[in-house]
């Protein structure tokens, strides 16, 4: 899998704290921003019409890699699809059938049994063969899964069910069709919220920053399925900052159009090149070469329609989905793109043609492919001292506010964005329309509230005097929010049709002032599952088959974004 990998090792402190986007959020001290800018006179570039391709992202180097005798765990089964009917089979040896009282401590089986829950997502805390009331707990929301009654022992028939070789039928995950190829050319970055000891909302046996990790995978392999790339803030129980979220998503863009630029260079280069050559021949010789590639253009033609025709029969012989139709129309587009070479190939011989004959000042034509290549030379040079600002963020995933995410306030009280992060955010605001998405996954929860549930998308939108921002109120003002709203939309339209939770209730759009959202410009979303204080909620969040639907509800929202 295509994801950024990051490992810490780092200690569980379950809390009973609610994951609610509105709470208040403590910021360190900031350091000081980093001083001696260029200064660089910034032109705005064209919005590129290619693809982008796939884009390294910064590794940091494991300190620890987690495993199963932690204090802590990760999901280790990512598959989507693969053994649905039975998924989850026990691996290990057999496992004896037999009764065990609440309380037991010193057991093997019970060490097994907190190892094999807590893997499938129930938390009990230490595997340390104690049955304790944490491992009668996850244990009691397992029994309530799969639908057996529960029971204050470890009783043999739930034994039988954890440790089947053959797989655990009651948490078959339901198939669904993913179009191969479909979303390539898209970026998706993917936040697990929370990790490491910011555990998140926890109730019972659900823990957010675990929920969230298998979520987030389910997600990503859906999505890579499609064709995407996907890009995860985080893979394991590590904690990473808020800053970290954010720098690694504008980083990536930020690699992405610099990568963009040097191909507009080559290009441009490559074009003055071209001219130069055709600017050593006379008018007989260029006469020839016009004549050659009309004939080249011509024959290409009637190869398209012959192509044209070969597209159609194999479309309505075989289907869309056949290899022949696929075949064919990749020979097509391959034809088509040949063409328009030619084409343009064909059109500069005439024009450097008709140029000599009207003595045009082929140095001061030349003069201009020069002026343009020193302007996206210096546009990459800018773009590339901008990626240098998120360093520090990068090089140092857990701290935060620091770089361009210094608290600076005006003289109102209000908070004050860096000037070159604005700048950022300007440029790639542009870029990412239509081509990137931001999504971060959590679960809700709200204190003495137990009948508030359901699913909720939070954006966050344009700074305005009415809005409930707080001290950010005036933050930015070039939020591309357009997108932001259809993203949310379309993301809400495939969750109230997917109906993950199996409530028919519909989800929620709200506007919300929330960190990773306001420090991007990329089209980006909060997604609240469900809330971890609410009995249905919880349960169905904790289930494999609500999570995939959840994942397939992301794919169909997605498919609605990009695709229309």
Same mark, same amino acid.
């Given at each position: ?22 709470? /208040?959020?403590?910021? !360190? ?11 660089? /006179? ?6 590129? *019409? ?28 990512? +598959? ?23 309380? %037991? ?21 230490? #595997? ?22 529960? *029971?204050?022992?470890? *009783?043999?028939? @739930?034994?039988?069910?954890? =440790? ?21 050319? =898209? ?20 823990? $957010?920053?675990?929920? @969230? ?14 064709? #995407? ?36 260079? $080559? ?69 088509? #793109? ?60 857990? %701290?935060? =506010?620091? +770089?361009?995410?210094?608290? /600076? ?20 605001? !542009? =870029? ?21 549930? +359901? ?18 109120? &005036?933050? &930015?003002?070039? &939020?591309? #929010? ?25 989800? @929620? ?6 960190? @990773? ?10 997604? $609240? ?13 904790? *289930? ?21």
């Amino acid at each position: 899998m295509k994801v950024l990998k990051i490992f810490f090792a780092a200690a569980l402190t379950i809390s009973m704290v609610a994951c609610s986007p509105s709470g /208040t959020m403590v910021e !360190t001290t900031p350091s000081q921003t980093p001083v001696g800018t260029p200064s660089f /006179t910034f032109t705005p570039i064209s919005t590129p *019409t290619e693809k982008p391709v796939a884009t390294p992202t910064p590794v940091v180097e494991p300190t620890a890699t987690p495993g199963v005798s932690d204090e802590y765990y990760i999901y280790t089964i990512h +598959g989507v699809g693969e053994n649905s009917a039975s998924p989850y089979p026990w691996e290990g040896e057999a496992v004896e059938p037999v009764t065990i009282k609440y309380g %037991t401590s010193g057991s093997d089986t019970v060490r097994l049994v907190q190892e094999r829950l807590t893997k499938l997502g129930f938390y009990c805390s230490v #595997a340390n063969g104690t049955y304790n009331s944490r491992t009668r707990t996850a244990l009691n929301d397992f029994q309530t899964m799969i639908g057996m009654e529960k *029971t204050e022992d470890i *009783t043999p028939e @739930v034994l039988e069910v954890l =440790f089947d070789p053959k797989g655990i039928p009651q948490l078959a995950i339901e198939e669904f069709d993913i179009t191969e190829g479909i979303l390539d050319g =898209f970026t998706v970055f993917i936040d697990a919220g929370h990790g490491g000891d910011d555990t998140g909302t926890a109730r019972g046996s659900l823990v $957010e920053r675990t929920v @969230v990790i298998d979520q987030s995978y389910r997600i990503a392999t859906m999505l890579e399925k499609a064709g #995407a790339r996907v890009i995860m803030t985080r893979i394991d129980n590590t904690k990473v900052a808020l800053s970290y979220r954010s720098a690694l998503t504008n980083y990536v863009v930020l690699t992405d159009m610099k990568k963009d630029t040097e191909k507009k260079i $080559e290009l441009v280069r490559a074009q003055m090149e071209e001219r130069l050559t055709y600017a050593q021949m006379g008018a007989t010789e260029l006469s020839q070469n016009a004549d050659t590639l009309r004939e080249s253009i011509v024959k290409a033609m009637t190869e398209k329609m012959r192509l044209d025709a070969a597209v159609t029969a194999a479309l309505d012989g075989y289907g869309s989905d056949s290899d022949e139709y696929k075949d064919a129309l990749a020979a097509l587009t391959e034809y088509e #793109a040949e063409i328009e070479k030619l084409n343009a190939k064909y059109q500069l011989v005439r024009q450097m043609y008709f140029s000599l004959q009207l003595n045009v000042d082929l140095d001061d034509f030349i003069e201009k492919f020069r002026i343009r290549i020193a302007e996206l030379e210096e546009y990459r040079d800018k773009i590339e001292y901008y990626m240098g600002l998120f360093d520090i963020n990068i090089e140092n995933p857990t %701290t935060e =506010f620091e +770089g361009l995410y210094v608290k /600076t306030y005006d003289e109102n009280g209000f908070k004050i964005i860096e000037p070159e992060l604005a700048e950022i955010m300007d440029i790639t605001g !542009t =870029f990412c329309e239509n081509k990137y998405a931001f999504l971060s996954i959590h679960v809700n929860g709200v204190d003495n509230a137990p009948n508030v549930s +359901g699913t909720e998308i939070y954006v966050r939108n344009k700074n305005t005097s009415n809005n409930n921002y707080g001290i950010n109120r &005036y933050y &930015y003002q070039n &939020y591309n #929010a357009e997108e932001r709203s259809a993203l949310a939309g379309d993301l809400k339209t495939a969750f109230d049709e997917v109906n993950p939770m199996g409530d028919n209730k519909a989800s @929620v759009i709200k506007d919300q002032d929330l960190f @990773v959202l306001r420090e991007m410009n990329v089209p980006g979303i909060l997604l $609240e599952m469900g809330y971890s204080t609410n009995d249905h909620d919880r349960l169905a969040m904790m *289930t494999p088959n609500v999570r995939n639907k959840f994942a397939y509800g992301i794919y169909q929202g997605l498919m609605l974004y990009y695709l229309g």
